[in-house]
Nanobody, 129 residues
Framework: VQLVESGGGLVQAGGSLRLSCVAT????????TGWFRQAPGKEREFVAA????????LYADSVKGRFTISRDCAQNTVYLQMNSLNPEDTADYYC???????????????????????WGQGTQVTVSS
């Protein structure tokens, strides 16, 4: 599985961006997928996750109500819609996918970076004040 993120850029505080994570080599339709971010000098942190079975979602408290993760199976893409951006959202954003072989595994939501098997190269988001 290869994951390629896009959609990052420079935006003013209060603005919006939509990140895309396109997969090649395997369908994302039943793979738990997540978004993480890493700001300069900080550890990578969980942002959002979507399950591989029923598209249930999970968000970090810092982005809840502002970010939305979604999946388009036809495009083999997972999106992260980011609204009401603030400078604290500035980071490199990464998508990740987990190979889950059981019904339970596909249904679960994963917050830990170590739980994912494949990663994209990242896309940079900069929010100016």
């Amino acid at each position: 599985v290869q994951l390629v993120e896009s959609g990052g850029g420079l935006v003013q505080a209060g603005g919006s961006l939509r990140l895309s994570c396109v997969a090649t080599g395997r369908s994302l339709s039943n793979l738990p997928t997540g978004w993480f971010r890493q700001a300069p000098g900080k550890e990578r942190e969980f942002v959002a996750a979507i399950s591989g079975r029923d598209d249930s979602t999970l968000y970090a408290d810092s982005v809840k109500g502002r970010f939305t993760i979604s999946r388009d199976c036809a495009q083999n893409t997972v999106y992260l819609q980011m609204n009401s951006l603030n400078p604290e959202d500035t980071a490199d954003y990464y998508c990740a996918a987990k190979i889950a072989r059981t019904w339970y595994g596909r249904s679960a939501l994963y917050r830990g970076a170590h739980e994912y098997d494949y990663w994209g190269q990242g896309t940079q988001v900069t929010v100016s004040s």
